[in-house]
Structures are given as structure tokens and as C-alpha cells.
């Protein structure tokens, strides 16, 4: 199964700072990778398909790059909402596979 | 407005069975393929099986395959995870997702219904 790694495992930032998170796969999944937010104690929710694709609702400051094996997140502006953690996804192969997961917090 | 909405879970033994159901509203249910992803207490996501929309089509984890069954009622617009043989790793928080519209990417998800496998 393809592998995801996330860095860092935990991001300490300011709001209004940017924040860049990384997803490495263990092999090429072309562009089909996304990307969660998750709160405590809500549901994950979609930020990004096919690695730079933002879903509907979710703010211009959200974006994504990369293809084959690295891809990046980056949240241009940090509001204080934004302060939760954020897990890579791939559906390039079955089984399909998440990432260990990036806490981001306030510093 | 799409609506998932998990139910099912609760206490059970090790060894035992249950099944997990997800009730699907706001979207044609025959037209989109469904996912179940979990979490274990503090943990990060683990994707754990999905059905196509026809129901033809269906993956699992590989640890995981052989014990649990995804099933789809579309009659129903239900989704179903029938779990069996389960261990207390099997503890965590069962959502269901619904596929996105150009991709079986996750777009839509419940709010998850937590299975506790303990003596």
C-alpha cells in the first residue's frame, strides 16, 4: 500500500503567519491527493482534491500544490479557525491511504 | 444538502459482531460510491472499505479484509459495515463518506458513530 508522511508532525504558528505542511507518498500518485481538516471533536472536512482543487466553501487562503510524491499546504493567513489538524489523502491506488496527520497550534 | 448520518455503534466483546449503517439524505444515493473511514481514541484516520455506486465494486484495508463487509440497501439509500470476529483495536470513531463529484475523494462525511470492542 502507498505510504503517506506528513511534516511536521506539529506546526507552532501565530495567527495571520503562513503555514506550509508537507505529504511525501512512497510512490508516484499522480495528482490524486487531498487534503482534511479536522477539529477537536468534529468530523473531518474536504479542503483540497486532486492536489490543488479547493472544495466549495472553503477560502481563497487555502491552497495546494505538488504531484507524483510531494505535495504542499499552505494557508496563506492564519485565522484563529484555522488552528486544528490537517491530514493528506490518496486515491491513486487501493487500498486507498491517509497520513499520519499535522497538528497546527497556536504558538 | 447532503446528509450522512452513522448509527450502530456501541459496547461489544471481543469476538463479537455488529454492524455499523449510515443513512444517506440530500444527494441521489445510486449515483455516488460511499466510504468507511475510522479513528482510533487520539489517532489519526484510517480509511477501512468503500462501495461503488452500483454496489458492484468494493475495496477494503488489507488488514481488515475478511472480517468486515461494506454493503449498500438502495432502496434504503443506507449503507451498511457488518463487522465481525472484532478486536479491541477495532476501537475508534466509524464514519461514513460520500464520494466527490469527479473523484472518490471524500467530500461529504458524517459525524461518526463510536464502536468500543471491550470485555
Known amino acids: 500500500e502507498i505510504v503517506l508522511t506528513q511534516s511536521p508532525a506539529t506546526l507552532s504558528l501565530s495567527p495571520g503567519e503562513r503555514a506550509t505542511l508537507s505529504c511525501r507518498a512512497s510512490q508516484s500518485v499522480s495528482n490524486y491527493l487531498a487534503w482534511y481538516q479536522q477539529r477537536p471533536g468534529q468530523a473531518p472536512r474536504l479542503l483540497i482534491y486532486d492536489a490543488s482543487n479547493r472544495a466549495p466553501g472553503i477560502p481563497a487562503r487555502f491552497s495546494g500544490s505538488g504531484s507524483g510524491t510531494d505535495f504542499t499546504l499552505t494557508i496563506s493567513s492564519l485565522e484563529p479557525e484555522d488552528f486544528a489538524v490537517y491530514y493528506c489523502h490518496q486515491r491513486s491506488a487501493w487500498p486507498q491511504t491517509f497520513g499520519q496527520g499535522t497538528k497546527l497550534e497556536i504558538k | 444538502q447532503v446528509h450522512l448520518v452513522e448509527s450502530g455503534g456501541g459496547v461489544v466483546q471481543p469476538g463479537g459482531s455488529l454492524r455499523l449503517s449510515c443513512a444517506a439524505s440530500?444527494?441521489?444515493?445510486?449515483?455516488?460510491?460511499i466510504h468507511w473511514v475510522r479513528q482510533a481514541p487520539g489517532k489519526g484516520l484510517e480509511w477501512v472499505a468503500y462501495i461503488s455506486y452500483d454496489g458492484i465494486r468494493d475495496y477494503y484495508s488489507d488488514s481488515l479484509r475478511g472480517r468486515f463487509t461494506i454493503s449498500r440497501d438502495k432502496s434504503k439509500n443506507t449503507l451498511f459495515l457488518q463487522m465481525n470476529s472484532l478486536r479491541a483495536e477495532d476501537t475508534a470513531v466509524y464514519y461514513c463518506a460520500k464520494d466527490g463529484d469527479s473523484g472518490d475523494y471524500h467530500a461529504n462525511w458524517g459525524q461518526g458513530t463510536l464502536v468500543t470492542v471491550s470485555s
Open positions: 440530500g444527494f441521489l444515493f445510486s449515483s455516488y460510491g
